[in-house]
């Protein structure tokens, strides 16, 4: 085993026995089944990658480029010129398979550090820091948007299509799941 895949076991073991792996309730099964040991230690290096997001620096810009006719902040989230570090943070509790909009912005309210449109746009001018592990994610700043002929509200997220990171737009009367993920400024 490489030294470079073998650090990456050792940080997914470290992770998963803070998160209360223990003998009887992991160890154990995942030792009896190479298949499910391979799936485990995949997800956990998933997760690792998704971590090296928040040593990536970010350059803000105080003027938004993303035509915003015909929307409007209802919610803004106050950002200047300079650096961030940004994290990823899942949307889901244990046992759910997705949940609204309304939900997503107040458990986003409640960690605090929300990202916006600015960090959107940083993030998209130097997205080849954003690790090739969250392709398969679309990643959510919570900044609260509405249209101005219909109120509809909605959030700017990128996602990644082809290679290549985009904007895109989630209107909160609609579902947020398991490829969900917010952006929060790391502290």
């Known amino acids: 085993m490489r030294d470079e895949s073998q650090e990456s076991v050792q940080k997914a073991v470290a992770m998963l026995k803070r998160a209360g792996a223990t003998e009887e309730n992991f160890w154990g099964p ?6 499910l040991a391979q799936k485990v230690f995949a997800l956990a290096e998933g997760w690792l990658k998704e971590a090296e997001l928040s040593k990536a620096i970010f350059h803000l810009v105080s003027v938004i480029n993303y035509d915003t006719r015909g929307k409007k902040c209802i919610d803004p989230v106050l950002a200047n010129s300079g650096v961030i570090s940004v994290e990823l943070k899942g949307i889901l509790l244990e046992k759910e398979s997705y949940i609204g909009g309304v939900e997503l912005i107040k458990r986003a309210k409640s960690m605090g550090s929300l990202t916006g449109l600015h960090c959107a746009e940083a993030m998209l001018k130097e997205q080849k820091k ?12 919570p900044e609260v948007w509405e249209y101005s002929d219909c109120q509809a509200q909605f959030l700017f997220g990128i996602s990644c299509k082809s290679g290549h990171w985009e904007m895109m737009i989630r209107r909160l009367d609609g579902v947020f799941g398991p490829c969900d993920r917010l952006v929060i400024l790391c502290e």
């Open 130 to 141: 954003i690790p090739a592990e969250c392709s398969n994610l679309n990643l959510l700043f």
């Open 30 to 35: 995942i030792s009896k089944s190479e298949w």
